[in-house]
């Protein structure tokens, strides 16, 4: 059963960095999209960036180009999310999720995701 455990977030001051971590199990040998979505209170939940098991490098949600960067340490079964120069629109919970893989490119559609770890808050002070 897929299993992600999101951590690493907290308060960070404008212009700082964090790096998140999305810990994976329950995959076995079967391609996914996972992906990163962050969720603001009164805001509806919007993809960051994501991978698709077999490949190494990331794709981006056109909008989050530049400060985000994903990637994954396989080894350790783990997907990172690092997010440079924050600011405060970046406020929200952050979350990994996975989908498995029948053939089309992964997306970064919240509904195409049905597994889904619980979370982990990130709160830029300005």
């Known amino acids: 059963q897929v299993q992600l455990v999101e951590s690493g977030g907290g308060s960070v001051q404008a212009g700082g960095s964090l790096a998140l971590s999305c810990a994976a199990s329950?995959?076995?040998?079967?391609?996914?999209?996972i992906g990163w979505f962050r969720q603001a209170p009164g805001k509806e939940r919007e993809g960051i960036a994501g991978?698709?098991?077999?490949?190494?490098?990331?794709y981006y949600a056109d909008s989050m180009k530049g400060r985000f960067t994903v990637s994954r340490d396989n080894a350790k079964s783990t997907l990172y999310l690092q997010i440079n120069n924050l600011v405060p629109e970046d406020n929200a919970m952050y979350y990994c999720?996975?989908?498995?893989?029948?053939?089309?490119?992964?997306?970064?559609?919240?509904?195409?995701?049905?597994?889904w770890g619980q979370g982990t808050q990130v709160t830029v002070s300005s």
């Open positions: 999720a996975a989908a498995r893989w029948y053939g089309r490119a992964c997306s970064l559609s919240p509904t195409d995701f049905p597994d």
């Open positions: 329950g995959f076995g040998n079967t391609a996914y999209c």
């Open positions: 991978i698709w098991t077999p490949r190494n490098s990331g």
